[in-house]
């Protein structure tokens, strides 16, 4: 009897567990009064497909549209070596570094000087954040997610699920070239 009593009271533990879970919710306003969190906060992400809408080869500037549609700028790193070999059009995976800007904001505004609000163009929100691993997920105004590694300057303490994410700058640091 004893053997058949903890098999099913830790199924049925088990499966009330499983019921108490949600997923993250980056559609939340954070709490405490808009302001900037943090500046510059640098972020990494190597797995990012994208196409090469077009190419500035002599300043090394690549913009690209992303698979959720964001279309972005980013400058190439001279460590690239095979920059040469893309061409627009092209699918590629690279890895992206990325300076970000986030808000704890109220209605996408910021109040600005003189009783100015100020509208901040955010591309995504947090969606969870976790300090040991430095690892931010964002969730872009699409619901598409993406998990990036944070530098270990980042004060991911401080910020939480709803605050607003700005793209300040992206640079690519690797290119992979896809088949077509």
Same mark, same amino acid.
């Given at each position: ?22 997923p993250p919710n980056a559609n939340v306003q954070p709490p405490g009064e808009p302001r900037l969190i943090q500046s510059g906060v ?14 500035? #080869? ?32 092209? +699918? ?16 996408? @505004? ?7 609000? $100020? ?11 976790? +300090?040991?691993? @430095? ?25 939480? #699920?709803?605050? #607003? ?5 992206? $640079? ?9």
């Amino acid at each position: 009897m004893k053997k058949l009593v903890f098999p099913l009271l830790t199924s049925a533990i088990a499966l009330i567990m499983t019921g108490c879970w949600t997923p993250p919710n980056a559609n939340v306003q954070p709490p405490g009064e808009p302001r900037l969190i943090q500046s510059g906060v640098s972020a990494s992400n190597n797995h990012v497909r994208a196409t090469v809408q077009s190419i500035e #080869a002599a300043q090394r500037v690549l913009n690209l549209k992303l698979a959720d549609g964001t279309a972005i700028t980013c400058t190439v790193n001279p460590s690239v070596v095979n920059f040469d070999q893309v061409q627009a059009a092209d +699918p590629i995976k690279v890895a992206l570094t990325v300076k970000l800007a986030v808000y704890v904001l109220k209605d996408g @505004r910021l109040p600005g000087a003189g009783g100015k609000e $100020e509208v901040i163009p955010f591309i995504a929100k947090v969606q969870s954040v976790d +300090p040991s691993y @430095r690892l931010l997920k964002v969730q872009f105004l699409n619901g598409q997610t993406a998990e990036l590694k944070a530098s270990l300057d980042t004060n991911l303490l401080e910020m939480q #699920a709803g605050d #607003a994410v700005v793209l300040q700058s992206a $640079e690519a640091t690797e290119i992979h070239i896809e088949k077509k």
